[in-house]
């Protein structure tokens, strides 16, 4: 009797495994496959998007629905982008859902387009994590909460990022051209929504709006990086298959924007510093033939330094900085472009000079040359995108929103296959004056009109594409402490004395990336510079004695590489991102541009332009003159020390004493190697070639002068409580800092980390976030964290704490903020809290290693403090062994009560009086 139950219930079993195997071979089907990405189906509609990347060592899971601000209806405005924030608040069966994404380490988001919604979270590569995300995803997909008590909350938090927007006026500009540019189509309207539809949202109509989208035959799931493709289809097949549709097929009716039939205009007054001017114009959707012939246009116009319209108003000092952009939509878009004028400048001459630049195109039509600078710029930003798998899964969402994820790649070949010819008839057919939103209404008994054509049959279009041969995949790096250490070829280079690191790996399209950094002088040595460093760094990209400026661009763009250099007291560090094909030409150009700088006067004019009217144009925002106010606080160097904190006039004023003489004499001083140099690369290389190129190229740029690291001893920070009023401004910002006396090497670093991310950190479910976010909702952002000093001599370490609010709740906040510090250190943290910031933790740590720029930071870090991997696998480890005492200890030790810290808040706070510690930003 036994033995016959066993055999039937092995019977049984087979049969159930082959029944099963049958359905999810019924469920899932293959749809179509191009260059690594493979679409499948499954029978409830559901697209699924796989894209496996072996060397990532993350995975992200990147869910899109097909409905954004265009499908709003009226007194829905924002509603697509509410539903995005109340998704977060959980379901029956991941009640919290922030504290979820913190405890698996997750880099999570969710965005709101016009055309689309979607939500991410990239996260270490483990079947756990594959299963809890496809889990999430696809019950957030039926079963979110959605519930008044959370809109209650979130709909004021929506309100304060809408505020926060509000405080732009060049945000606001693009807000209200674009709306003037468009009569009845939703792509005028601004996706963060009105402020009384966010604020009056009935519960029920945002239930009906996230039935009627949230469904399976409306959402597109991408899975890339390292998975096991069966194993995933499975788990998808599991977790989404038994969803069902709502009844009733989805219908989309797009409006039609009639033809623009002349000039609008467009004026916005406004409390600000900078003046702005703009111009839009309708195009094509994304999926039109035209909409890669303007593309070229777009960057033939606003390319930095070649573009015309850059040439014609930054080049001559009209305007401090040019913008554009072009969204790539499913139906009708614009291209809409920016002009910062500082305030001693003629608004109206950059508007002429703008306006005029764009009505000459017919007449002085595109070169071969500006077409094939424009491709090889695109192509390259594309190429090291469908490189990044990481970013591929989110950055497919657009395409996906405008119709099918295949339009990536059927863009990027018009791209490569554009003509002069089609470009010219593309810029005389759309950039007119009557197709343009700058300003008042002309009159004209003669007008133009020009209608935007609509895409017809998208599904045609992509069915048959096959795509160019997908890039090679990479290898399975194993990012555990010991396999980096191990891998790690290290060492000092004998003529040269750089020192290196080198990790020698297989990476998807044979990417490399490397950090290169010399460091010179003390402080004695760099008292009264100025703002040399900064300046003499920025200079270097901007010509040799062999190559303009635009030289070292257009070779950049046919390397497909990028070459980025920064510059502080004593530093200068080279950031290389290149593939093993094109890296060591890239290195040559690296190094002509240290080399052999020109220091071009005009360039550095227009460098001090942009930073004067940056500087300009943040003197009345909240977050910079908060920001910069606590440094004065707690200022403690002389004026002319390196660290010495500038006042804004101080700043205006040494950005214009800045000249060639200083930079040229500033780089006779400090440029070259020495033994505090250092190379880190990581990637597809050959190593020996990397450590020859080095150790021959720069064992004749040698810096006479050792470097001595500038001492920043600990100081405890001036307590404090300031109000700065920025008037208009519609959103407010208080950040707070308190210093203690602690590095990387004391016994308390780990728990320190732990109490940092549980107070301030993590997606949404700190101790602040929770508290200012989620239970008050009075804050879009709020948390803080705990930052220590790697100097184990000076010990300089801090924590901070801040919010982004409605001036309205300053109080609440301060309340906040007080009453969240005083209970952390009576009360400290529980168990759940420790468990979930610890598997957070160690999970975002292993995510940090899987990225060669963090990693290379790591290493290059180590390097210079003369330890290595083993250092970062022990704090680890002493993570891991935490108890709720042991962060308590430290909770209790170094966290201080509210009115220790210095806070300084910035905002158009009612009631304002000035006291005797405050200001007023006019």
Same mark, same amino acid.
């Given at each position: 009797m036994k033995s016959d139950t066993r055999y039937f219930r092995i019977t049984l079993a087979l049969v159930l495994f082959l029944f099963l195997s049958f359905s999810a071979q019924a469920q899932?089907?293959?749809?179509?496959?191009?260059?690594?990405?493979?679409?499948?189906?499954?029978?409830?509609?559901?697209?699924?998007?796989?894209?496996?990347?072996?060397?990532?060592?993350?995975?992200?899971?990147?869910?899109?629905?097909?409905?954004?601000?265009?499908?709003?209806?009226?007194?829905?405005?924002?509603? &697509?982008?509410? =539903?995005? !924030?109340?998704?977060? /608040?959980? %379901?029956?069966?991941?009640?919290?859902?922030? *504290?979820?994404?913190?405890?698996?380490?997750?880099?999570?988001?969710?965005?709101?387009?016009?055309?689309?919604?979607?939500?991410?979270?990239?996260?270490?590569?483990?079947?756990?994590?594959?299963?809890?995300?496809?889990?999430?995803?696809?019950?957030?997909?039926?079963?979110?909460?959605?519930?008044?008590?959370?809109?209650?909350?979130?709909?004021?938090?929506?309100?304060?990022?809408?505020?926060?927007?509000?405080?732009?006026?060049?945000?606001?500009?693009?807000?209200?051209?674009?709306? &003037?540019?468009? =009569?009845? !189509?939703?792509?005028? /309207?601004? %996706?963060?929504?009105?402020?009384?539809?966010? *604020?009056?949202?009935?519960?029920?109509?945002?239930?009906?709006?996230?039935?009627?989208?949230?469904?399976?035959?409306?959402?597109?799931?991408?899975?890339?990086?390292?998975?096991?493709?069966?194993?995933?289809?499975?788990l998808i097949e599991e977790k989404f298959g038994p969803i069902k549709n709502p009844e009733g097929k989805l219908r989309d009716n797009p409006t039609i924007e009639p033809a623009q039939?002349?000039?609008?205009?467009?004026?916005?007054?406004?409390?600000?510093?900078?003046?702005?001017?703009?111009?839009?114009?309708?195009?094509?959707?994304?999926?039109?033939?035209?909409?890669?012939?303007?593309?070229?246009?777009?960057?033939?116009?606003?390319?930095?330094?070649?573009?015309?319209?850059?040439?014609?108003?930054?080049?001559?000092?009209?305007?401090?900085?040019?913008?554009?952009?072009?969204?790539?939509?499913?139906?009708?878009?614009?291209?809409?472009?920016?002009?910062?004028?500082?305030?001693?400048?003629?608004?109206?001459?950059?508007?002429?000079?703008?306006?005029?630049?764009?009505?000459?195109?017919?007449?002085?039509?595109?070169?071969?040359?500006?077409?094939?600078?424009?491709?090889?710029?695109?192509?390259?930003?594309?190429?090291?995108?469908?490189?990044?798998?990481?970013?591929?899964g989110t950055f497919m969402s657009e395409f996906i929103g405008a119709g099918d994820w295949r339009l990536a790649f059927i863009y990027r070949d018009r791209i490569e296959e554009m003509t002069v010819d089609r470009v010219n008839e593309a810029i005389k057919k759309y950039l007119i004056p009557t197709n343009r939103t700058v300003g008042n209404f002309i009159p004209t008994k003669n007008p133009v009109r020009i209608g935007i054509p609509h895409t017809e049959n998208v599904d045609e279009l992509v069915a048959n594409y096959k795509g160019k041969e997908a890039m090679d995949a990479g290898e399975a790096f194993d990012v555990s402490y010991e396999n980096i250490q191990n891998t790690l070829q290290s060492g000092t280079l004998s003529n040269s004395n750089i020192e290196y690191g080198l990790i020698k790996k297989d990476n998807r399209g044979k990417t490399v990336n490397l950090t290169f950094t010399m460091r010179s002088g003390n402080v004695e040595q760099l008292m009264n510079k100025g703002l040399a460093a900064k300046y003499t760094a920025q200079m270097l990209n901007k010509g040799t004695k062999t190559k303009s400026r635009q030289d070292i661009e257009d070779k950049l763009s046919a390397l497909k590489s990028s070459v980025y250099f920064s510059g502080s007291n004593g530093r200068v560090t080279s950031s290389v991102n290149s593939t093993e094909e094109n890296l060591m030409e890239t290195l040559a150009l690296m190094t002509d541009m240290l080399k052999n700088p020109t220091f071009d006067p005009t360039e550095l004019e227009k460098l001090k332009t942009q930073d004067l009217a940056s500087l300009e144009e943040s003197k009345s925002e909240p977050q910079s003159v908060v920001s910069r106010?606590?440094?004065?606080?707690?200022?403690?160097?002389?004026?002319?020390?390196?660290?010495?904190?500038?006042?804004?006039?101080?700043?205006?004023?040494?950005?214009?004493?800045?000249?060639?003489?200083?930079?040229?004499?500033?780089?006779?001083?400090?440029?070259?190697v020495n033994k505090s140099s250092s190379v880190v690369a990581i990637g597809n290389m050959d190593v020996a070639a990397v450590e020859t190129y080095f150790d021959n190229t720069y064992a004749d740029f040698k810096s006479d002068k050792s470097y001595t690291e500038i001492s920043n001893k600990f100081q405890k920070n001036q307590p404090a409580n300031e109000k700065i009023l920025t008037p208009d401004k519609k959103n407010a910002f208080t950040l707070g800092v308190i210093s203690f006396e602690g590095s990387e090497y004391d016994d308390d670093y780990a728990a320190l980390q732990v109490a940092g991310e549980i107070f301030g950190g993590g997606f949404l479910n700190s101790r602040i976030a929770g508290r200012l976010r989620q239970k008050d909702g009075v804050s879009y952002g709020a948390g803080g964290n705990v930052s220590l000093d790697n100097n184990k001599d000076d010990k300089n370490s801090s924590m901070y704490i801040y919010a982004i609010y409605a001036p309205e709740n300053a109080e609440k906040v301060q309340q906040g903020f007080k009453e969240e510090i005083s209970r952390y250190i009576a009360e400290g943290i529980t168990e759940e809290e420790l468990k979930g910031a610890v598997s957070g933790w160690v999970q975002e740590q292993n995510v940090s290693r899987a990225k060669d720029n963090e990693l290379a930071r790591v290493i290059s870090t180590n390097l210079y403090l003369d330890r290595d991997m083993m250092f970062q696998k022990n704090v680890e480890k002493q993570v891991e062994k935490l108890t709720v005492e042991d962060v308590n200890k430290v909770i209790k030790k170094y966290f201080k009560n509210y009115e220790n810290w210095t806070v300084v808040n910035g905002g158009d706070f009612d009631n304002f009086e000035i006291k005797k510690d405050d200001k007023k930003i006019d």
């Open positions: 899932i089907k293959k749809v179509a496959s191009v260059e690594g990405i493979t679409e499948y189906s499954l029978d409830n509609g559901l697209k699924v998007l796989l894209f496996p990347d072996h060397s990532a060592q993350t995975i992200t899971v990147n869910i899109t629905y097909m409905v954004g601000s265009r499908h709003e209806g009226y007194g829905e405005k924002g509603m &697509a982008h509410l =539903l995005e !924030h109340m998704v977060f /608040k959980g %379901t029956p069966k991941h009640p919290n859902i922030p *504290e979820e994404l913190s405890s698996h380490g997750a880099r999570p988001n969710g965005t709101t387009w016009y055309d689309r919604t979607n939500y991410f979270e990239t996260f270490n590569a483990t079947d756990e994590n594959l299963e809890w995300a496809l889990d999430l995803e696809s019950d957030r997909m039926v079963n979110s909460y959605i519930a008044k008590k959370d809109l209650e909350s979130e709909f004021s938090v929506v309100r304060n990022e809408f505020e926060s927007g509000e405080n732009s006026p060049t945000g606001v500009l693009m807000e209200k051209v674009i709306s &003037a540019a468009y =009569l009845w !189509h939703n792509y005028g /309207k601004s %996706t963060i929504g009105n402020k009384s539809d966010i *604020e009056r949202v009935p519960i029920e109509s945002l239930q009906a709006f996230y039935k009627k989208y949230y469904r399976p035959d409306n959402a597109i799931l991408m899975v890339t990086g390292k998975f096991d493709t069966e194993k995933t289809l499975a039939d002349g000039e609008k205009r467009v004026t916005l007054n406004r409390v600000g510093d900078l003046q702005i001017v703009s111009a839009l114009y309708h195009v094509p959707a994304g999926s039109h033939e035209d909409a890669a012939a303007l593309t070229i246009a777009e960057l033939v116009l606003t390319d930095e330094p070649s573009g015309r319209l850059y040439k014609a108003l930054v080049d001559t000092q009209k305007a401090s900085g040019i913008w554009s952009f072009t969204p790539f939509t499913k139906e009708p878009s614009f291209l809409y472009i920016n002009v910062d004028v500082p305030s001693e400048k003629s608004l109206e001459e950059a508007e002429t000079t703008l306006l005029t630049t764009l009505d000459n195109l017919a007449d002085h039509l595109i070169t071969e040359a500006e077409l094939n600078r424009a491709k090889a710029n695109m192509l390259k930003q594309m190429d090291q995108v469908f490189r990044n798998s990481s970013y591929l106010q606590i440094g004065l606080l707690n200022n403690r160097f002389e004026k002319g020390h390196p660290l010495y904190r500038m006042t804004l006039d101080e700043e205006i004023a040494a950005i214009k004493a800045v000249n060639v003489a200083d930079l040229q004499q500033y780089y006779k001083d400090f440029y070259g």
